[in-house]
């Protein structure tokens, strides 16, 4: 029996296998951030994946940080992303919704229109960002959120979720990882706030999990997900004692009975991270990155992962399920096109 293909559920949602494919941004949004049908192409063209995350979608304006990103809070957001999750469930797929808030990762010319730049601090992201025609540049200085405006932030995440929902989705996964928003809160490089939510681990935690539990008052413990990515210095994060950060939060998450933590393994020589995740952790996890059909059947056998999700290797091969299965080559994707708006590089792979 091939580990890879037995399902699986992960909360209330039924997974027909255990690959997944991991989100990923592509800069394909037509007017107003809304989904187009050629989106819903590309969704459709890997639905036998046993479950896709969405590329992060920003629940918000202020959200909105990279060129052509999706949104989730406009009608007829709503309703492009309905024609996406009607498309990969006609395939018999299933799809969550990645919801990313980039926080302080913004370049104010990739929006479109003006939207506060926030951040739990006033600190500026250290690293260069693409503006609209893929030239890095130095991402805005965003203004430090006040602790009133918390409560309104939980609610654009839940209206978010309940979008989804709408939408057709079959859940959400809250981008915890990768110097976002709610990576910003836990991580002390972008978070020095002096109040409940700044300081401590205890405190840095708190803003994040009130989003969790947040999104699962929404719609439901159960079709809620997040991802973390320990140890990642992406957009200028802290990397050191990254546990101190992430066992109370994966204990706080624990308690809210969520669908599946989904895990960047950074492979660190300091961190076990998916042993970590499992001495804290009792829902099923979702590990990524940089896996190989061997060691993703390893992980799976090993019992260290419920599923393993597959990030650039779905880009080229929408079949990759149907690849892996046979053991077939995988093709190699034009990393020229990743961004670039249009079909070219997008929905042109085809099957084997
Ligand atoms: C083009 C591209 C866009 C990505 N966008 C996102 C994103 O929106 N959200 C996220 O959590 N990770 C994002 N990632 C990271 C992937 O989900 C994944 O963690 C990474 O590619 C490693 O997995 P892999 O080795 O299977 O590719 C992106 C990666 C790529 C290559």
């Known amino acids: 029996m091939d580990g890879l293909f037995s399902p699986v559920k992960l909360g209330a949602i039924a997974l027909a296998n255990r690959i997944v494919m991991a989100p990923m941004t592509r800069d394909r949004a037509g007017p107003g951030d809304a989904p187009t049908p050629l989106m819903a192409e590309y969704y459709a063209q890997r639905a036998s994946a046993g479950m896709i995350v969405t590329e992060g979608v920003q629940p918000s304006p202020a959200g909105k940080g990279y060129w052509r990103t999706p949104g989730i809070h406009s009608q007829a957001q709503i309703e492009g992303w309905r024609q996406v999750a009607d498309a990969v469930h006609a395939r018999g797929g299933r799809i969550v919704m990645q919801l990313m ?3 302080r990762v913004v370049v104010p010319a990739n929006r479109g229109f ?14 260069k960002v693409p503006g609209p025609d893929g030239t890095p540049v130095a991402p805005a ?8 405006e918390l409560p309104g932030l939980l609610e654009e995440y839940a209206q978010a979720a309940r979008n989804a929902i709408a939408a057709g989705l079959d859940g959400v996964e809250l981008h915890c990882a990768s110097g976002y928003l709610i990576n910003q809160f836990l991580n002390p490089a972008s978070n020095q706030r002096q109040d409940a939510y700044g300081g401590s681990a205890e405190n840095r935690i708190r803003f994040p999990v009130e989003v969790l539990a947040a999104l699962a008052g929404a719609i439901g413990a159960d079709r809620v997900g997040f991802r973390i990515s320990p140890g990642n210095p992406y957009n200028g ?3 050191s004692a990254p546990e101190a ?3 109370p939060f994966l204990r706080a998450a624990d308690k809210l009975g969520l669908a599946y933590l989904h895990i960047v393994d950074m492979a660190l020589p300091e961190l076990d991270t998916l042993a970590m995740a499992r001495a804290n952790f009792n829902g099923p996890v979702i590990t990524n990155n940089n896996l190989t059909a061997e060691s993703a059947r390893q992980l799976l056998d090993d019992g260290k992962a419920e599923a393993v999700s597959f990030g650039r290797a779905f880009i080229a091969n929408p079949d990759l399920a149907e690849r892996l299965r046979d053991n077939a080559p995988l093709a190699k994707p034009d990393f020229s096109l990743l961004y670039t708006g249009e079909e070219r590089g997008y929905t042109d792979y085809p099957p084997r």
């Open 114 to 127: 003006e939207a506060d730049i926030i951040a739990p601090s006033a600190l500026p992201c250290p690293v």
């Open 141 to 148: 200085m965003p203004r430090a959120l006040a602790l009133a």
């Open 237 to 239: 994060m802290d990397v």
């Open 101 to 103: 808030h980039c926080g």
């Open 245 to 247: 950060t992430f066992v």
